[in-house]
């Protein structure tokens, strides 16, 4: 069966710096997303895009964080300038058709380590 | 603001044993409720809800929506210990976020053998 597949499994990184997280989802999927779980809490809502451009965003979406499909099969979710708090595990998600009738498909998320 | 609670948070359980999770929902505007089982990674789907009263059957798991008194169950017959998992459940809005999933905090099952 297909999967969304996310690269790396573990990322360690200073505050301050930059990461990037990469996601590849399944073949024939037109929609993308970004969710994220801190330790211990929900899963949350970060993103959602489309035809190359964001379809929606939350409140946790600012300004440090932006995504990106820089070629036909990579989906990526940027954080310019890392803080503790954005420590978490972070899923891309896809689905075929964006008709509300069609589940999310996660991948095996990237966990964030900031310290 | 969309909200979702799950309960139990957790549940112990022997093999054999059956397991009702419950989720409560309050949302603006309903579109569908999603479960989802959560074995230490990826979020794996089980059944999408859209109507009151029809149930999903997939083996031992059988679900159910009620959109009057906004909840939905997830039932687990004859438990085994691959069941152990977070079963999450979500709310989809409708209109034009179809993306946007609204999440419980979870129901931790633990299956002992």
């Known amino acids: 069966e297909p999967e969304v597949t996310q690269t790396p499994s573990h990322q360690v990184t200073q505050m301050g710096q930059e990461v990037i997280l990469r996601c590849v989802p399944i073949?024939?999927?037109?929609?993308f997303y970004w969710y994220r779980q801190i330790l211990g809490q929900k899963v949350e809502f970060l993103v959602s895009?489309?035809?190359?451009?964001?379809?929606?965003k939350s409140e946790i979406f600012d300004d440090q964080f932006s995504v990106e499909r820089p070629d036909g099969s990579n989906f990526t979710l940027k954080i310019r300038s890392t803080k503790l708090e954005d420590s978490a595990m972070y899923f891309c998600?896809?689905?075929?058709?964006?008709?509300?009738?069609?589940?999310?498909?996660f991948g095996n998320g990237t966990r964030l380590t900031v310290t | 603001e969309d909200k979702v609670v799950q309960s139990p948070l957790s549940l112990v359980v022997h093999e054999g044993d059956t397991v009702t999770l419950n989720c409560s929902y309050e949302?603006?505007?309903?579109?569908?409720l999603l479960w989802y089982k959560q074995e230490k990674k990826a979020p794996t789907f089980l059944f999408m809800l859209?109507?009151?009263?029809i149930e999903k059957k997939s083996g031992r798991l059988s679900s159910i929506l009620d959109k009057k008194e906004l909840f939905s169950i997830l039932n687990i017959t004859a438990t085994q210990t691959g069941d152990s998992a977070v079963y999450l459940c979500?709310?989809?809005?409708?209109?034009?976020?179809?993306?946007?999933?609204?999440f419980g905090q979870g129901t931790i099952l633990t299956v002992h053998p």
């Open positions: 895009f489309y035809n190359n451009e964001i379809s929606e």
């Open positions: 998600a896809s689905s075929p058709v964006r008709d509300g009738q069609s589940p999310l498909h």
């Open positions: 979500a709310v989809r809005p409708g209109g034009t976020s179809y993306g946007k999933l609204t």
């Open positions: 949302v603006t505007n309903f579109r569908s």
């Open positions: 073949s024939n999927h037109l929609y």
């Open positions: 859209t109507s009151s009263g």
